[in-house]
């Protein structure tokens, strides 16, 4: 998806500026929208795919304009109402007008510090050893989907050498649209600047993507 959120590359953003000492919160409204977002998480009818697409689907002027947790904010209201928890009546009111889908868990404050633990981990099986490895030259493929996926456009169409096989992890292209989990081989594919920048990048430097196989060809 070619959305605001994938400005790898892209002029007119303003040079990284790292925060120094930047701390975990800038408001205290930050700490209860981390809490929201990870409660409503956990009532199972969605997944960690399918909330990075509804971020990733807000109109560019929203996107751009916004702070690092409005955006999980407004991301957050789009996927309540798309499951049936909350609806435009009741996020204008500021309170439940009527009884609305119920959760298949409930995120409890005893429960936090061992949910928080355990993680969310998304390494999966695959019946099939990796097609790719390590040292072999590769090509990522140049797609444009309306749909979700982790390649980004930069590292789109260009030819890489693999440094790592990193195991097989579900496939977020389709877990983000319902699709199943379809778990694929990843790699760390390593690519010289001037392969990504073009002429005039420095050539002393790299720049490393994690792929999934599908996202490969033999170059």
Not at 78 to 87: A, D, I, N, P
Not at 108 to 130: H, I
């Amino acid at each position: 998806m070619n959305g605001a959120q994938d400005l790898g590359g892209q002029h007119g953003m303003g040079p990284v500026a790292p925060e120094k000492d930047e701390p975990y919160f800038h408001a205290e409204w930050e700490k209860r929208a981390l809490g929201l977002t990870l409660s409503c998480g956990a009532f199972g009818a969605w997944t960690i795919d399918e909330s990075r697409h509804a971020r990733e689907s807000l109109p560019p002027a929203t996107y751009l304009s916004a702070s690092y947790y409005e955006i999980w904010m407004r991301a957050l209201e789009t996927l309540l109402k798309r499951h049936g928890f909350v609806s435009d009546a009741e996020l204008a009111a500021g309170q439940m007008l009527e009884k609305d889908a119920e959760p298949k868990r409930i995120l409890k404050a005893d429960m936090v510090p061992a949910v928080l633990a355990k993680g969310g981990p998304c390494d999966r099986p695959v019946p099939d050893g990796p097609v790719f490895a390590v040292g072999q030259r590769v090509r990522t493929k140049n797609f444009n989907p309306e749909s979700h996926t982790r390649l980004p456009r930069y590292a789109r169409a260009k030819t890489g050498v693999i440094e790592a096989v990193q195991g097989s992890f579900v496939f977020p292209d389709d877990n983000a649209h319902g699709k199943g989990e379809n778990p694929q081989w990843v790699y760390t594919i390593v690519f010289d600047a001037p392969e990504i920048w073009g002429e005039g990048a420095d050539p002393t430097l790299t720049v490393s993507i994690d792929a999934w196989e599908s996202y490969l060809e033999r170059a």
